[in-house]
């Protein structure tokens, strides 16, 4: 199975500032042959499902304000969010959908500081 | 717009059986990956199972493996989870989720999830 590890935990950052969220497989993700990366990011509001915001590591979802954004290759991944928003506050998960079992990091929980 | 409603959950003992239901609606149900994905209370996201368009590919978490069985009926548009032999750690939010056309896709809709309880 890979292990998909968060960091950190919990993250409190100042509206207006930059957030960033790391995650790391346990293996690569990388599919050579197309050069893609299987790795997600979701965002999840309390009492909602979680909503899908990047995919392919770095392609965000139709709809998803541009200071989201993807990044990383192989084994590790990062999420920035340039200047958070007061609706920015969720919890925040990676996944990797390269093999099966399909498995998803611990979360972070972002907060306003 | 892709919408998914889950069925099913309830309370029930230890031991016993359940079967979730999906509903989809508003995207070519057939043409599309579908999976499971479980939530605890306050806890994280587990995929449970998926299944590839045409039933070819069927995977599954190692925790419910032997216990819980997915399907589909493209027909009614519908993904169903038969889970059996029920333990205290199955409780959780259950989530149908649409994945894409290769098995192996981001799951970009979610059902609001259906509750299931085990308890005594």
């Known amino acids: 199975d890979i292990v998909m590890t968060q960091s950190p935990d919990s993250l409190a950052v100042s509206l207006g500032e930059r957030a960033t969220i790391n995650c790391r497989s346990g293996?690569?993700?990388?599919?050579?042959?197309?050069?893609?990366?299987?790795l997600a990011w979701y965002q999840q509001k309390p009492g909602q499902p979680p909503k899908l915001l990047i995919s392919w590591a770095s392609t965000r979802e139709p709809g998803v304000p541009d200071r989201f954004s993807g990044s990383g290759s192989g084994t590790d991944f990062t999420l920035t969010i340039s200047s958070l928003q007061a609706e920015d506050v969720a919890l925040y998960f990676c996944?990797?959908?390269?093999?099966?079992?399909?498995?998803f990091g611990q979360g972070t929980r972002l907060e306003i500081k | 717009e892709a919408q998914l409603e889950e069925s099913g959950g309830g309370l029930v003992q230890p031991g016993r059986s359940l079967r979730l239901s999906c509903a989809a609606s508003?995207?070519?149900?057939?043409?599309?990956?579908m999976h499971w994905v479980r939530q605890a209370p306050g806890k994280g996201l587990e995929w449970v199972s998926g299944?590839?368009?045409?039933?070819?590919?069927?995977g599954y978490a190692d925790s419910v493996k032997g216990r819980f069985t997915i399907s589909r009926d493209n027909a009614k548009n519908s993904l169903y989870l038969q889970m059996n032999s029920l333990r205290a750690e199955d409780t959780a939010l259950y989530y149908c989720?649409?994945?894409?056309?290769?098995?192996?896709?981001?799951?970009?809709?979610w059902g609001q999830g259906t509750t299931v309880t085990v308890s005594s």
């Open positions: 299944i590839s368009w045409n039933s070819n590919d069927i």
């Open positions: 996944q990797q959908y390269y093999s099966s079992p399909i498995t």
């Open positions: 293996q690569s993700v990388l599919y050579s042959s197309s050069n893609q990366n299987y």
């Open positions: 989720a649409k994945g894409g056309t290769p098995y192996y896709s981001p799951m970009a809709v």
């Open positions: 508003g995207f070519t149900f057939e043409n599309y990956a």
